[in-house]
């Protein structure tokens, strides 16, 4: 699970837990190892998505969601179809729980 979330409010420094959500991927890691079917989801809440090329010929899953807190009630929905094989994050493990808890509890 990679979490990218907006700079504007910290001017471009790391932003904050509560900070909104540009987009949530979610991978299996399946397409590295063979170890199943491929699961790969792109979560954004931000713009569009008009073309995605990913390596191994994966086919995301991607998803529009409208707030927040919408990317966040989506991840809740793929992880727990996923575990409970999910197990690591791809940035900080800490600040990606943070900004999940935060925009889950609706604190801003």
Do not use: W
């Not at 932003?15 to 397409?31: F, K, R, T, V, Y």
């Amino acid at each position: 699970m990679d979490i990218e979330a907006t700079t504007y409010e910290k001017k471009g420094m790391f932003p904050l837990p509560h900070a909104d959500i540009i987009s949530i991927c979610i991978s299996n890691e399946s397409c590295f190892d063979n170890s199943g079917p491929d699961v790969c989801c792109c979560i954004h809440a931000f713009g569009s998505v008009s073309n995605m090329k990913l390596e191994n010929k994966r086919k995301p899953i991607v998803i529009k969601a409208m707030t927040s807190l919408g990317a966040c009630i989506q991840t809740y929905n793929i992880l727990e179809l996923l575990s409970p094989h999910f197990v690591d994050t791809n940035n900080g493990f800490c600040f990606d729980l943070k900004k999940i808890a935060a925009h889950s509890s609706g604190s801003k």
